[in-house]
């Protein structure tokens, strides 16, 4: 276990790190002493780390690393090694969206006959499909990996070819322990790879009694993402690690430094490599600091939140009684819970935390990928609107009205061309309706919240009804799409394959590596609708 003490910058006396007077660590010393495990070593020089005038880290002394480039759009162009260096020279390439496709890997001492290059073949939300090598030294390419994902069936390969010949005593042999499968937490760190081989076990020799997992990598992690020493088991052989994302063990060594797609992360002291996209949000923490300080709790791939706020204004209200307080609070917690397993199944990342009245953030602390929920009588709503206006000096007073002239149904939404504009992504949910409108559709008040707010997710992604489009409704029985006006319906995996690709795109929501499969198991349909 490391005893770390960490030492900072300091602009008045450079030369003197024990003065913390900015967020830039410069040092590590662990009092452990050298060990010989693959993290931080003792006997770092009193500046070790470097860093360009944005933050960007461009130096790492006792990694060997004499320079790190950084492109415009803050992505890891080149890794130098210092003369002498026994670690390899990196490279990487990006699409225009800023994906990796390509990091070529220089050994020491190399030249380019011997380097090998990794191409990254992408899905269009940047997810990795298959990976391909080539070897310049017999300029060879070969295909590595497919990822395997779960996910709708979007056609199918008409293949005629011979697989076996029936005849009588004729055998067919497949070779099998090449297919990987992860086993992971709910942070999607991979603890354990399986294969597709099953090992059999026999209690005499002529039976097999049962059969065993065949178990490719193990893996234990400390809460920031470093492989824990003495519990990890064949680690370098399975890329993914720490929240499923991809190793670079050529950096600093095997599970030490991670591609989280925006940025390159170092488990071993919990920072990222460059300053977080939200340090103005943020002032009291500092700008390298990952995961909001929770590790356990907080998935972060780029640095947006990708955070539904709910609140319910009935809150405010101080003569409400303590039963009623305690209720409210209570149904708040269930339909933040419900609405999170419904993003869950759809592979979404959004997520919707509860906080209190006091705790509503102002317009200019909601970034792009943040949405505000408010929920409340359609009174409480409209006067919650129009303090928001006042207090935020918008030229256009309307960009808070969501309640509007003529009232509203159980949901209204901002979306992009109609309405919201100023104060960012809202959702706003009318306790005057919803317990009528959730009676009509024979569901519970929690459960309709619930989807209200997947629904005007949606919504802030620029999603209109489906049926503004397709003014017939379906006929009983067929299935709805998510977007449908007022519907509870989630029938038709490709349509909500499209609700899922907006969000994704429009509020940077993540991606989790799923293995469910299309439609969610718990999705209902319903045929009654409810304008919205």
Do not use: C
Not at 163 to 190: A, C, I, P
Not at 220 to 225: C, I, P, R
Not at 249 to 268: C, H, L, Q, T, V
């Amino acid at each position: 276990m490391d005893d770390l003490q960490y030492f900072y910058e300091d602009k008045k006396n450079p030369n003197n790190p024990s003065n913390r007077n900015t967020n830039k660590l410069i040092s590590v010393d662990d009092a452990v002493g050298t060990s010989t495990y693959n993290d931080i070593k003792s006997g770092q020089v009193a500046v070790n780390y470097h860093y360009d005038q944005t933050g960007n880290l461009i130096k790492d002394i006792q990694e060997g690393i004499e320079s790190i480039e950084w492109n415009v759009y803050g992505k890891i162009s080149t890794i130098t090694r210092t003369p002498g260096s026994n670690s390899a020279d990196l490279e990487f390439q990006y699409d225009a969206m800023g994906h990796r496709v390509a990091k070529i890997v220089k050994p020491a001492g190399s030249t380019s006959a011997t380097w090998t290059t990794t191409y990254y073949i992408r899905d269009a939300q940047g997810n990795i499909l298959t990976t391909f090598k080539k070897n310049e030294s017999n300029s060879s390419l070969y295909l590595s990996e497919h990822n395997i994902f779960g996910s709708s069936r979007l056609g199918l390969l008409s293949v005629n070819e011979l697989t076996t010949n029936l005849d009588k005593g004729n055998y067919k042999s497949r070779l099998m322990g090449r297919k990987n499968y992860e086993l992971s937490n709910h942070l999607g760190n991979v603890l354990s790879v399986v294969s597709d081989r099953k090992i059999a076990v026999s209690l005499n020799t002529t039976t097999v009694a049962y059969y065993l997992a065949d178990i490719k990598s193990t893996t234990d992690y400390y809460a920031f993402g470093s492989e824990m020493p003495g519990r990890t088991f064949n680690s370098t052989d399975y890329r993914y690690g720490m929240n499923g994302m991809e190793k670079d063990d050529e950096i600093k060594g095997s599970g030490n430094s991670y591609d989280f797609g925006a940025r390159i992360y170092d488990p071993r002291i919990g920072k990222w490599l460059s300053v977080d996209p939200l340090q103005t949000k943020y002032p009291s923490l500092s700008p390298y600091h990952s995961f909001g300080n929770s590790p356990i709790v907080v998935v972060d791939k780029d640095g947006k939140e990708n955070v539904i706020y709910l609140v319910d204004l009935r809150l405010q209200d101080p003569k409400l009684s303590k039963a009623d307080r305690a209720t409210i609070t209570k149904n708040l917690n269930e339909i933040a819970n419900a609405a999170n397993s419904g993003f869950k199944d759809k592979g979404l990342n959004q997520r919707v935390v509860v906080i209190s009245p006091s705790q509503i953030p102002t317009a200019d602390k909601l970034d792009k990928s943040d949405v505000l929920a408010t929920i409340g009588t359609q009174s409480q709503l409209k006067q919650f609107d129009d303090a928001r206006s006042n207090n935020s000096g918008s030229k256009n007073s309307g960009d808070y009205d969501l309640v509007g002239v003529g009232g509203m149904g159980s949901e209204r939404s901002t979306i992009i061309g109609m309405y919201g504009g100023d104060e960012g992504n809202r959702i706003a949910l009318n306790t005057d309706a919803i317990g009528s409108d959730a009676k009509k559709l024979g569901i519970g008040e929690i459960e309709y919240s619930a989807w209200l707010i997947q629904h005007g997710s949606g919504h802030n992604a620029g999603i209109s009804h489906s049926d503004d489009l397709e003014p017939k409704l379906p006929t009983s029985g067929e299935p709805r799409d998510l977007m449908t006006s007022g519907e509870k319906a989630i029938g038709n995996p490709s349509a909500w394959r499209g609700y899922k690709d907006n969000v994704n795109s429009t509020l940077k929501s993540l991606f989790t590596k799923s293995k469910f499969t299309e439609k969610p198991a718990k999705d209902k349909i319903y045929n009654k609708k409810i304008d919205n």
